[in-house]
């Protein structure tokens, strides 16, 4: 759902096929579709923060918001979603306040304090667990952390911004959310044009991901984050990267598409072969783990085995569903700027609340 949300509001700022290409790229072309897969929590993270983003965007800043039936349901669920991204994973935070002074700018205070009490019911998801597990509501159980004694310094292992790490969690074969999604890299050709059309919306999209990035590279011990694919802890930031890799996709269209089926067929190979057990000691999982496994056939269970399918035509199957999927879906879309898709008829809308609100967003 937060992904089809997020390519509506994309698509009425971008185009209906920018939107989906963008929305494909993004979900596909990196962490989201392994940690769905694999089921972490940063996939939950990453579709409510898409939620959340859709409805801050269908407010309207110069004073013509939707009308307050629809405002009071679009405020609640945007509370609702980040208290849900919160209460999900803790490195969401900053990506939860960065939305929120945003909505807070943009929606105006009371539909910020009805957010606020409707992210409250899932915000009380981490005392009661606190108090279920160790018996306090007000400490963390990351506090009685004892296996790993680096876990008590700084914040829980955030310590100082470091330079090497953060070049590490963004280049780095073994981590780099650039290494394995360089499509990503495209949102630098989006940010002149959206600074020009929104500053709001710029800094939202420039400056939290840049924050996020600045504190997580402080957690130098075990930067990696454990056995798994990705900078996990640099998950929440991506639906803020839509708006200008969208932008950024519809300028260089010869780099789009060309980085977007790498990034989804690099991601895939890690996916359907192993993109968790054994990344911990590899300083390059793609070629050292991934490849190999890909290319004699030894790949991770997935349905067309389950139901008895062989390996390999499984896989095939799941890749012609997958490509004939996108192309079905990217056809039937109108092209970008067509009068069909000023008509608004591009996709579904709240009624009276999301009709106007990323043409006049700007």
Not at 74 to 80: E, N
Not at 203 to 212: D, E, G, N, T, V
Request: hydrophobic share 50%; proline share 9%; glycine share 8%.
């Amino acid at each position: 759902m937060g992904s089809a949300l997020l390519c509506t509001a994309l698509a009425r700022r971008v185009g209906p096929r920018t939107a989906f290409l963008t929305v494909t790229a993004l979900m596909l072309g990196g962490m989201p579709w392994v940690y769905a897969t694999v089921m972490h929590s940063h996939s939950l993270v990453i579709g409510v923060l898409c939620v959340a983003l859709w409805a801050a965007l269908a407010f309207d800043p110069e004073g013509n918001s939707a009308p307050p039936l629809a405002a009071a349901k679009l405020s609640a669920l945007f509370g609702f979603c980040l208290g849900w991204a919160l209460a999900s994973e803790y490195t969401s935070g900053l990506m939860v306040l960065a939305l929120g002074i945003y909505f807070l700018s943009s929606a105006g205070l009371r539909p910020t304090i009805r957010a606020v009490l409707s992210a409250i019911p899932p915000l009380l998801m981490i005392p009661l667990y606190s108090w279920m597990t160790i018996g306090d509501p007000f400490q963390l159980p990351y506090s009685y952390q004892s296996t790993f004694p680096e876990m008590k310094k700084g914040l829980y292992a955030i310590r100082w911004p470091d330079a090497q790490t953060a070049y590490q969690l963004l280049f780095s074969s073994q981590r780099g959310l650039l290494f394995w999604s360089p499509c990503l890299g495209l949102a630098i050709f989006g940010y002149p044009r959206l600074l020009r059309q929104s500053p709001k919306l710029f800094w939202l999209a420039y400056a939290a991901p840049l924050l996020q990035l600045i504190v997580i590279s402080g957690r130098v011990w075990d930067w990696p984050a454990g056995p798994t694919f990705g900078p996990r802890y640099l998950a929440p930031m991506l639906p803020l990267l839509a708006l200008p890799l969208a932008i950024g996709l519809q300028r260089v269209p010869l780099l789009a598409w060309p980085l977007a089926a790498y990034s989804i067929a690099v991601t895939g190979v890690a996916n359907v072969t192993d993109a968790c057990q054994n990344y911990y000691s590899s300083v390059n999982p793609l070629v050292d783990v991934n490849w190999p496994l890909f290319i004699t056939g030894q790949f991770g269970p997935n349905l067309g085995t389950a139901v008895g399918l062989p390996p390999n035509i499984a896989l095939a199957a799941f890749g012609a569903v997958l490509v004939f999927g996108f192309y079905a879906i990217y056809r039937t879309l109108p092209p970008d700027g067509t009068a069909e898709m000023a008509g608004g008829d591009v996709a579904p809308r709240i009624p009276d609340a999301t009709n106007r609100s990323l043409d006049q967003v700007s």
